[in-house]
């Protein structure tokens, strides 16, 4: 079976700072992954995507990046966090980009200080 | 503009009885997937529907691509179906998961 696990579960961290947020994917090989943020009280948003290791799509600028150095690993990271960099982090992954279900992890919880 | 509009935005229940969440999509939707975030933020996949209805236990879903709607229903509420549940839309243009908003359920005892 799959397993999907996400890493910090929580973060508080100064603006200015630095983030790497961790995802990573057991049990399947060459999944699609995702990483969605969700505002406090809002709704999710795909931030970025990847279809295989070393290939990265970002959906919305936030002033953050992406990576997949493995495949079954995604970060998510800043050099310099901002105020509005907080929120709720999740990473998905689907079998298929096109018309296949996600599975997402616990998610992360980050609070920008 | 948003590409899913979910309603109602807060619901309460009481135990036993039951109700419907809506989302009515603005553009031509593959498939749409209703979750359930729960008190910690996790995410519970409830359906994934590329058209037609579903059904797990007292919890039933539709997918209408033509008319662009899906709805989700929830029968005989206990207190553990209280949280937030979100419909999202994959999009078959751009091959990504667009959220509603969400509806907080609140089941009372």
Redesign the interface.
Known sequence: AQTIHQWPVAEIKAVGSPLSLGCTIKGKSSPNLYWYWQATGGTLQQLFYSITVGQVESVVQLNLSASRPKDDQFILSTEKLLLSHSGFYLCAWSLYRANSDYTFGSGTRLLVI | GDQVEQSPSALSLHEGTGSALRCNFTTTM??V?W?QQNS????I?LF?L?SGTKENGRLKSTFNSKESYSTLHIRDAQLEDSGTY?C?G?NTGY???Y????TSLTVIP
Request: aromatic share 24%; hydrophobic share 45%.
């Open positions: 593959r498939a997937q979750f910690r933020g996790s995410l996949n994934y590329a979100f999202a994959l091959q990504n998961f959220f509603g908003k969400g």
